[in-house]
């Protein structure tokens, strides 16, 4: 673990604004989820299933870091919406793959758009700071 005092005080005293700057955004889930017609659970899944690739349900739990049976309410939960339909694996007849439809491809942009395009406050920094930020960030955090 990083103690304090390895991080210069202005970046310590910015870090709780940027903490604040994502948090804001979390309310931002319940309302896409409202107009979409599914749970944040349902979002969650949306963002994680590859519309160009259907996955096994059992890909879709680790990728969620959930039990399998959780991930069967969000894909009923997508489906009840017109937005995820069960397929048939072609290798294996026994494994269900999670597709999106049309309609779900669309609420996948829909939820991009709303939930992960940078915060407007960002937008009243000069495409220069814009690019130091996504430079700085995706130094500070790249695996």
């Known amino acids: 673990m990083v ?6 005080a202005e970046l310590a ?13 979390r309310w931002r889930w319940a309302e896409v989820a409202e107009e979409l ?12 299933i590859n519309p160009e690739d259907p996955r096994p349900m ?3 739990a ?4 959930c039990d399998r049976s959780y991930v069967t309410g969000i894909v009923d939960d997508l489906e009840r919406a017109g937005y995820a339909e069960r397929r048939t694996a072609a290798g294996d007849r026994r494994v269900k ?11 996948l942009a829909t939820v991009r758009d709303s939930l992960l395009a940078p915060p407007p406050g960002l937008a ?4 220069a700071q814009q690019r130091t930020i996504a430079r700085l960030l995706n130094k500070a955090l790249a695996p």
């Open 58 to 60: 059992s890909d879709l």
């Open 124 to 127: 009243a920094l000069t495409a």
């Open 97 to 107: 793959t999670i597709a999106l439809t049309d309609q779900g491809r669309r609420a």
């Open 13 to 25: 005293a910015a870090w709780p604004r940027l903490m604040e700057l994502v948090l804001e955004q």
């Open 37 to 48: 017609g599914i749970s944040q659970a349902g979002v969650r899944g949306l963002l994680a």
């Open 62 to 65: 680790r990728e969620l870091n």
């Open 3 to 8: 103690s304090a005092e390895e991080f210069d």
